[in-house]
């Protein structure tokens, strides 16, 4: 059985190279803002290239065992907390925090179901569905994200969980550099403005995306 300092260390670990692969994610998804015929060919040549490259699916394989991981640890570090903490709401600690690390379980759950939806909507159907191929001969990603995208109500879902998202990595990565024993009080206050700054750009960013999509896509 894993101590509760090792259990707060995979968490520290696996949420950060969740936050780092956000990162290469997002610098991949800016193509979508690319005039459309561009954008179109260029992503799909991106995705392609993903797909084929036996690095990235070693990448990915470390991706999804460190989301069941992730979710894994939170929910039983989550369990663990309640039990021993009784209720939280009257604890004095609880009105010198904020609400969202004291939330992270159900921020972490929202996020665990778009996931799911994510997955199944982009990642399924593009590794065992009928996509058609583009010009260049590449699986058309491109165009089943727009399609994706021209859903009003996924673009909605898409944004809740986006500020999800946000204060998620807020919490999780200011508690990173604690459990990592990079916590200065010297430095405390710049290390939750990085924290905030990267959720805000990541999420803001994602966000974005869906949007754009759907009111300038044809």
Not at 92 to 115: C, D, H, P, V
Request: with cysteine.
């Amino acid at each position: 059985m894993l101590s509760t300092l090792s259990r707060k260390m995979l968490m520290c670990l696996t949420g950060l190279f969740l936050s780092f692969f956000l990162l290469i994610h997002f610098l991949g998804n800016l193509q979508l803002f690319l005039p459309q015929e561009q954008a179109h060919l260029q992503f799909n040549t991106y995705s392609h290239f993903l797909s084929g490259n036996i690095i990235i699916k070693i990448v990915s394989y470390v991706l999804y065992a460190s989301i069941i991981l992730h979710a894994v640890d939170g929910l039983i570090i989550t369990i663990k907390n309640r039990k021993t903490q009784g209720n939280y709401q009257n604890d004095r600690r609880a009105r010198a925090s904020k609400w969202y690390s004291r939330n992270m379980g159900i921020l972490g759950t929202i996020l665990l179901i778009f996931l799911v939806i994510h997955f199944q909507n982009f990642w399924y159907v593009y590794k065992f569905g009928s996509i058609p191929l583009d010009s260049n001969g590449n699986k058309d990603l491109y165009i089943l994200v727009v399609t994706v995208f021209k859903e009003w109500w996924y673009v909605v879902i898409y944004v809740l969980s986006m500020i999800a998202l946000c204060y998620h990595l807020i919490h999780g990565i200011y508690s990173a550099t604690r459990t990592l024993g990079l916590f200065h009080p010297k430095y405390v206050k710049w290390f939750h403005k990085a924290a905030v700054a990267y959720a805000v750009i990541i999420s803001l960013g994602f966000a974005i995306m869906p949007v754009y999509v759907f009111f300038t896509a044809k």
